[in-house]
Structures are given as C-alpha cells and as structure tokens.
C-alpha cells in the first residue's frame, strides 16, 4: 500500500504570522472564538461577505446552504488557515476557497455549488465548477491530514492547541528573524528607553552602531574608541568592548557608560567610561566627553567580565571576572571570595549628581559598607566571570518577578550556572562551581554560606553559559515569564520557567522550528553557532546574537528576533508609535542575507492533478546515483545548501568490478524496525568506515548528513548511542561543528581525522524528515 507522507505543519495565518486569543469575541466565526486568526473587525468582515453572497439565494437555497458558506468563509480565522488555503508559498496567490476533503466536497457541490461563483473569483474555479470530479480534485489539499472538515476531528493537530510547541524531545520549537548582519562579534545591543525604539549594537572592536526601527543602520557609528580598546583578531580572545548601558534619564541628561579592555604600558585593566551624546546629533557621541569613572587591574588576559546595567533602584551595577587564568589562583582563596578585591564581584554605584564632585558615590544600602576591609562598592561576590546580565521587567499584568537579576556565570572544568542576583550573597565560586564542589577545603568550610544556583549544566551540554533574558514581550504571550539563555561554544539554546509553588525552575532545550513551521516571510530555521548575548527591545521583544567565527574582526555576527509560531498576540495590540529621530547621517537599509535550511516551500495553484502513480522514490535515488557513476554509498550532491562547501570534490569515475565510496560518504546503521531515515552516523574516510562522537553533536550537524542521504531536513540529532554501538569501527570525527549548509561532515570544523577524546557510548545518530514527495511502501 501507498501512502502520503504528511508534511508537518504549523500554525499559521494568511498573513504569515501566528493565530492568537482575539480580544473580543468574534459575533460571526464564533468556531474559533477562542483562539484563530480573525480579531472583531475581520469577523465583521466575513460576516458583511456571507450575507451579500446569500443574497443571491432563494428561500430553500439558504436553508441549504447557509451552514457550508459560513463554514468555508470562516476558515479564514482557522488557526490552520495558511495550510486550508495552501499559502505555504509567498510568490503565488492563494487558494479563494479552503482545501476540501473529498467527501465533503462532494456534499457542498452537490447542495451548493450555486455559490461557488461567488466566493471566488478563480477563473479555473468558473471553467470547472460544472464537473464535480475535477472541482473536488482542484479544491483537494496534497496534506490530506488538513483538509476542511477532517482537521478538526485530528486529535494530533488539536492537542495543546495555542501553546508552545515541543518536539517529541521536549524541545521548544521557535523560530528567528534576522534583524542585523556583517557585524564583528556583536556582544551588546541595548535601547536607550527614550521612546525612539532605536537599538545601539557593540561589536568588539569598540564600534557602535545606531538601527532605527525600520532596521536601517546609520552610516556614522555611534560610538567608535576602537584606538583604545584593547582586543585582537584571534578567535576566544576575551578582552575588547564588553559593556554599554544608557542612563534611566539618558533622555534628559544624554549619558552612556562602556565598560571595555585597555592597555596602560605593560598592564592590562578594564575601564568603565561615562559619555554624553553630543548636542548637535542624537545619534553620535561627543567622543571628547569621556569621564573615567572607574579602572581594574587585570591580572590575565581573560574572564574581563563585562556586563554593565541599571536596575530597578537606579543604580549602576558592574560584574567583573575573577581576574583571568584557572582556578582563581589569585591569594589564599582566590579574588571571588576576597571582598577587598573588585575581581570576581557584583559591584553597585551611584552615578547621579556627579557632574561636581566625586565621579561616584557608594548607595548608603551597600551590604559591606561597615566591614573592615572590605570593598564598599561589593553587592555581591563569589563569581567567576558572569557573561551577560539582565534586569527582569516584571510580568506584564502582575509585576511579578519585577527587578530580578539574571546572570550566567561561565564555569571552570565541568558545569555551567545560572544565578539570581541578591545583596550580600556569595555565589560561590572558587569553593563551588555550579552544585559541586571545586576547593574542597572552601567548599566545606562553615562560613562559606553561599547560595546555589537556579539551574546548572555539565559541560557534556556546553562549555560556555551566555546569560539571556526573561521574555517580558508583548508579541508572543505563551513565553511570558521564560528565561530564555544559551551556550556560546555548543550553540544550545535553553529556557527556564519556575514553578511558583514550589521555587524550582523547570529546564527545556530550544529548537528550530520542524518541517514547515517557519517556512514563511522573514522567518528562518537556523543561526550561527556562537551565541554571544542576548537583548530585549525598547518594547520588550527578545533578541540574541551569534557569530559563525568567533573573532573579534569577523564579519559574521547576526542579530536575531525570538518568534513563537504557535501564538501571537492579537492584531493592532501591541502597536507603538516611535518617537522621530533627526538623522544627520546615511541610512543603510537592512538586507537580510541568512535563509532556511532544509526548507521547500511548494508551488500552490497548480494545474489540474493528474492520477497519481506510485513512486518509487529508492529506485530514483539508486538511479541518480548511477548516473554520477556511484553505488548506493556514495552521497547525493547537496542541493539545498545556502552556501558553497569549503572543498569541491571530483566526481566518481565508473568502475565495473568495484563500487567507488568517497572520503565523507555516510550511512545509517542500527536496529530500527525497518526504518531507513534513522540511525547511527557512520562516515567513509580513508578507506573505511567509521563512527562519530556526539561531543557538540546538534541539529546542524544532523541536517548535512540528513540532506546528504535525501532527505529535506533533520527532526533529531540523537546521542548517547540511541541506535547502538559501532564497536566495530574506529572513532573517526569528534567535536564535529556545523553550520547545517556543508557537503558533508568533513567540510565542518571538527578535531582532526580519527583524534577523539570519547568512547562508542557516545555514538552520534540522527533521524532525518522525509521530503514531501517521498511515500513510504
């Protein structure tokens, strides 16, 4: 028997965006009172359509028909609208009239098919409307799974309907826009919360640079002291530009503070700086304004810390790193524990009122004020070296949760953490990282008294916490109250959400959306690797960036917006109207350069079907593998791929007495009932065959091997050895990095050609999508 295979849909509405909750209820399409894609004014809209439609009817042709016209009009607030109207494609109309399943097709042409001229204005629609059998195939979806009325009675497509979509792993499935690009390591991007919604984005090397609303970049940076700062070109250096927040009254009194690397004679130390924006130009510095309110000696050449923030009291908060090197050797217990040192602290000041006087004064409530010894400006000590820091802005309707905050501190050897900031507390570090112990003899003293981390992860996960921020938005309701952070060497996306009963937070991987889900305008499915910050808006929407080279001179850093698919909020109720900006500079208008992966958006419209054939799709594979003068290991050329692989590879010459596999030809083994596109990676190279490590293994790296064999995209990049051991292979590739675009897992960054530090339990595998043409036998 042949069936379809079902693409994997999503919800989405004409207008390529999520449904979402109207806020008033809709008089007309009251079906999809709850959750659809209709507000009151479209429902109105309908409601004027169906009744100039059923004035064309006499007395009996509206008893009979009035139930089936409002049905197909309102599939228009379907949350599935995009699917019954198969608008998946932006560059071809779409359908006037609802995909229709068979035998309810044949019901409305039989009682109605008198309205049919007017509900749509196809003219194919007119040539056929006669004919029930071709009108019913026209009308038909290939996704039978969502045609009119059958969907509603799918119990896989209604489940959890309105709430944030998770994989069969438990994974978060979102997808991005991209909002910036062809930046050098961006690693801030704040607002200056004037009412402009500007947004200001730090690369590195010291340059800012101004985004209007529109996503226009202005020509003339905002800020550039790349002279002073002290960074170079090679990839993980961590000195340069690290911090940049405005002043809560910037508005009023046109202050900034930076906090970057420079170097004086011999010596390293970090600077924070106070500017002001000039007079004449709201969008540059007065770079001659330059007020040194505070500087650090730094011991070593990393953990800079680098985040600068103002929280709810108003005050300037600063979070330096430990000083650099391993393990805090800094004095008897290092400089997090040594409150008389500004290394490895939390540091709060007072920057009001410092036009005259001293440049900063010490808040009265500081908790070490009266110790000996200690430093006053210490609010918190025990950390390590905190990368990226957020300010909770509290729920939208009860303000819970309001001035929390959020730090990812960068761990050591084994775990990753994630803190809540308080006055006076000690986090830790060198006697803990994460829940374990690191000094065993600090780690068990007495005093210690330190308070554990939210959430903490080994580095089996990722090696380098980037600390996010918890979604406050307006956009995407269902993420209200997320912790949303990442891993800048793995390129994990995480989230947190607490339980309010109990205090815990409860962990979720995040995922690029699966199948179709973001196969729609302006959104994509993929990112760079390297995630270096997160931001929120001036509106509270949540961004991150991330770079494919993780050099302070690269090109390759993007800023990407947070969208969830499932759900929106409702039309015109999250507008806002910037205030003018005087542009004295070149606007640049924004140029998208990334796009999905794995994604083929279908032709809609097309002509009239013809009977369908059974395909076998194997034979055509084996087919075109012939004609590449290969066998049936030899990889497909990838012709999905975004970008060129770094290295072209000569085509097999045909051999009769030996099949020819080449250097990065894969296959999947493993036991798994039957199935063909799931398995154990197993790679060619250098004459044999050979497994992978799952060490940094993700949905990028699953996606080359994924599109190598066939198929269109990756639902799962499998570990732990999920499909068996390859004991009887060597270990070939280990730390594999991808982009998801590479000919094969060869082309991407990995540790060398049979180097690995892992064993066959971890064995990677994947399980891959198959294409929408494909059928299963």
Not at 648 to 668: E, H, I, N, Q, Y
Not at 711 to 728: M, T
Request: with cysteine; glycine share 8%; net charge negative.
């Amino acid at each position: 028997m042949v069936t379809a295979t079902p693409r994997c849909g999503s919800l989405v509405c004409l207008d390529f965006k999520p449904p979402f909750r109207p806020l008033r209820e809709p008089e007309f399409c009251v079906m999809y009172k709850d959750f659809g894609c209709c507000d009151y004014q479209k429902d109105q809209e309908l409601m004027g359509k169906y009744y100039r439609i059923m004035n064309h009817l006499d007395y009996d042709g509206f008893a009979s028909c009035a139930g089936f016209v409002q049905e197909l009009l309102c599939q228009e607030c379907s949350p599935y609208a995009a699917h019954l109207f198969d608008a998946e494609d932006p560059s071809t109309p779409v359908r006037t009239i609802p995909g229709l399943c068979p035998d309810y097709c044949s019901q409305f042409w039989n009682r109605c098919n008198a309205t049919i001229p007017h509900l749509s204005d196809d003219p194919h629609i007119s040539k056929i409307n006669g004919d029930q059998r071709r009108l019913c195939r026209y009308l038909e979806l290939e996704d039978t799974d969502y045609c009119y009325p059958h969907l509603l009675s799918s119990s896989q497509l209604s489940q959890n309907l309105g709430h944030v979509k998770y994989d069969s792993d438990g994974c978060l499935q979102i997808c991005l826009e991209e909002v910036a690009n062809g930046l050098r390591n961006p690693l801030a991007m704040v607002h200056a919360n004037d009412g402009t919604h500007r947004f200001f984005v730090a690369e590195q090397v010291g340059v800012v640079w101004v985004y209007l609303p529109d996503r226009s970049k202005l020509e003339k940076p905002f800020l550039n002291i790349s002279k002073s700062v002290l960074t170079s070109s090679w990839e993980g250096d961590e000195r340069g530009f690290l911090g940049l927040t405005f002043h809560p009254r910037h508005k009023h009194n046109g202050k900034l503070y930076v906090y970057y690397s420079i170097e004086v004679g011999f010596d390293e130390r970090i600077r924070i700086s106070e500017f002001r924006v000039s007079p004449h130009d709201m969008n540059t510095v007065d770079h001659r304004s330059e007020r040194v309110i505070l500087e650090i000696d730094e011991p070593a050449s990393n953990h800079n810390g680098g985040q600068l923030l103002f929280a709810e009291d108003g005050y300037l908060y600063i979070f330096t790193g430990d000083g650099g090197m391993a393990g805090d050797p800094f004095g008897k217990f290092g400089n997090a524990q040594n409150k008389s040192a500004l290394l490895g602290k939390v540091l709060r000041i007072d920057v009001d009122h410092n036009d005259k006087g001293p440049l900063y004064r010490i808040p009265p409530d500081n908790p070490f004020v009266q110790e000996r010894g200690a430093r006053p400006e210490v609010f918190a000590f025990g950390v390590r070296n905190m990368w990226r820091c957020s300010v909770d802005r509290g729920d939208p309707h009860t303000r819970e949760g309001r001035g929390r905050i959020f730090c990812g501190d960068v761990g050591q050897n084994k775990y990753e953490e994630v803190d809540i900031i308080e006055k006076g507390r000690n986090y830790g570090w060198r006697a803990k990282e994460g829940f374990s112990c690191y000094d065993k003899k600090l780690c068990h003293n007495s005093t210690l008294d330190d308070v554990l981390p939210i959430y903490a992860y080994p580095h089996k996960q990722g090696k380098s916490v980037t600390g996010g921020y918890v979604y406050r938005g307006c956009e995407y309701p269902n993420l209200n109250g997320m912790y949303i952070f990442g891993d800048f060497m793995s390129g994990r996306l995480m989230s947190l959400r607490e339980d309010r009963r109990s205090g815990q937070w409860h962990y979720n991987e995040v995922c690029m959306g699966l199948g179709l889900t973001c196969a729609f305008p302006g959104l994509i499915n993929n990112y760079h690797q390297y995630i270096i910050s997160f931001a929120e808006d001036e509106a509270g929407e949540l961004y991150f960036m991330s770079t494919g080279i993780p050099s302070a001179t690269s090109p390759t850093g993007v800023v990407y917006k947070i969208v969830d698919p499932s759900r929106r909020a409702p039309p015109r109720h999250c507008h806002y109207e910037p205030l003018p900006v005087k542009v004295k500079s070149n606007v640049i208008n924004f140029v998208p350069q990334e796009v999905p992966i794995g994604i083929d958006l279908l032709t809609k419209n097309k002509p009239e079907a013809k009977p369908t054939k059974p395909y076998d799709w194997l034979q055509e594979l084996i087919d075109q593998m012939g004609e590449l003068g290969g066998d049936s290991t030899t990889p497909l050329p990838t012709t999905t791929s975004t970008k060129q692989p770094k290295t072209t590879r000569r085509k097999p010459k045909r051999k009769k007495s030996k099949p020819v596999v080449l250097d990065g030809a894969v296959r999947l083994a493993g036991e798994q009932d039957g199935r063909i596109d799931q398995g154990r990676v197993e790679v060619f190279v250098n004459g044999q065959w050979g497994t992978v490590c799952d060490d940094l293994w993700t949905i990028s790296n699953a996606a080359v091997v994924c599109r190598q064999l066939g198929y269109r995209h990756a639902l799962k990049a499998a570990k732990n050895s999920e499909f068996g051991e390859g004991r009887h292979f060597p270990i070939v590739l280990d730390d594999v990095q991808c982009e998801g675009t590479e000919a094969t897992l060869l082309d991407c960054k990995h540790a060398g050609l049979e180097k690995h530090n892992c064993a066959h339990y971890e064995d990677a595998g994947v399980v891959c999508g198959q294409s929408q043409d494909q059928v299963q036998v």
